[in-house]
């Protein structure tokens, strides 16, 4: 019976590679908008050679980064048209076009991006079909949770009165708006000038941003509570879908999934980890960690975004109690909330 099994085993990893050397070769175009140095692209890359190997050398992915295909806020689009085959995209830039993966910007949800990751993708799987339809959805997922990151010190809400801030997105820019902050349009390069030159007054990102876009010198001082994350995925163009033959797109299904969500993330998690450790034993930085009472009122404040992202989603025609208890669900099955 052993025997027989073994046998039968070998005649179908024969029969899939046979498959596989019939399929057509492809060379798909991955259009990113971050640099090829991006922390997150370390993971994007044993994601491709993954894919790579799994499908016999049939796959191969080539990375476009820093916006050589078209600009952040087109990428979906992109997609879409079947200019790239593959892309990174940030829902956020494009806001209100997205309102159920939303959910995932609204502040002080998740504790950490590979779980909150898992969370996020194995939930939106039921929503990305309708509200992603003009693409084929590969995976969601998140960076590590953000803070604001300002010139002077920030601990409480009322702290952040007729400060000049960078939001991630529009959902966070609401939230600071709201505690009395002017709100900064800019990107995250642009935020060094802007900083060092007195035009604002702080930022929002994960550490590892710091680091990437040199604002760790000017941006001193760090509200230490996790505040927000932004919502990523990862999307194929449909006219591509449709020419992978079935093995090339039970591979590209293999490598979509809720685990590669998480393992995608990790290193750039990790980078995130290295630099606030970097950034605590700078002496020139500070930490202001909200007392109970403080904390209590950061997260009070977010009671307005949650019941706008309701409204969103309904309006959308979409269960709103539905999706917030399926992400609740998903957050508390992968640990994944504060």
């Not at 700078?282 to 019941?307: C, K, N, Y």
Request: contains cysteine; hydrophobic residues 45%; aromatic residues 8%.
């Amino acid at each position: 019976m052993m025997r027989t099994a073994f046998l039968a085993a070998t005649a179908a990893a024969a029969l899939g590679g046979a498959a596989f050397a019939q399929d057509t070769p492809v060379d798909l175009r991955f259009g990113v908008w971050v640099g090829a140095t991006h922390p997150l692209m370390e993971g994007t890359a044993e994601w491709i050679d993954s894919i790579h190997e799994a499908s016999g050398g049939s796959i191969s992915i080539t990375v476009y980064p820093s916006q050589q295909l078209g600009s952040a806020a087109d990428h979906y689009d992109l997609a879409r048209d079947g200019i790239a085959d593959i892309t990174l995209v940030n829902p956020g830039y494009n806001a209100g076009r997205f309102p159920v993966i939303s959910y995932g910007e609204l502040p002080f949800r998740f504790n950490a991006a590979p779980a909150g990751s898992r969370a996020l993708d194995q939930w939106y799987r039921d929503y990305a079909a309708e509200e992603m339809s003009d693409v084929h959805f590969c995976m969601a997922f998140m960076h590590s949770p953000g803070t604001i990151h300002t010139t002077r010190p920030v601990t409480a809400p009322a702290d952040l009165s007729g400060l000049s801030v960078r939001p991630a997105n529009g959902t966070l820019g609401q939230y600071l708006s709201s505690q009395g902050a002017t709100t900064i349009q800019a990107t995250a390069a642009e935020m060094r000038d802007l900083l060092s030159r007195g035009t604002a007054d702080g930022t929002a990102s994960p550490y590892s941003s710091l680091a990437t876009w040199g604002i760790a010198d000017v941006a001193t001082h760090h509200l230490d509570m996790p505040m927000y994350t932004a919502n990523f995925v990862y999307v194929i163009s449909p006219v591509t879908w449709a020419r992978l033959s079935e093995a090339q797109q039970a591979v590209m299904n293999e490598h979509c999934s809720t685990e590669w969500a998480g393992r995608i993330v990790e290193v750039w998690a990790e980078e995130d980890t290295v630099e606030r450790a970097a950034l605590e034993e700078d002496g020139a930085h500070v930490f202001a960690t909200p007392d109970d009472s403080q904390r209590a009122e950061w997260l009070a404040a977010t009671d307005p975004m949650i019941a706008r992202w309701r409204d969103m989603v309904t309006a959308a025609g979409v269960d709103a109690g539905a999706a917030e208890a399926g992400i609740q669900a998903a957050i508390a099955e992968h640990d994944a909330g504060l």
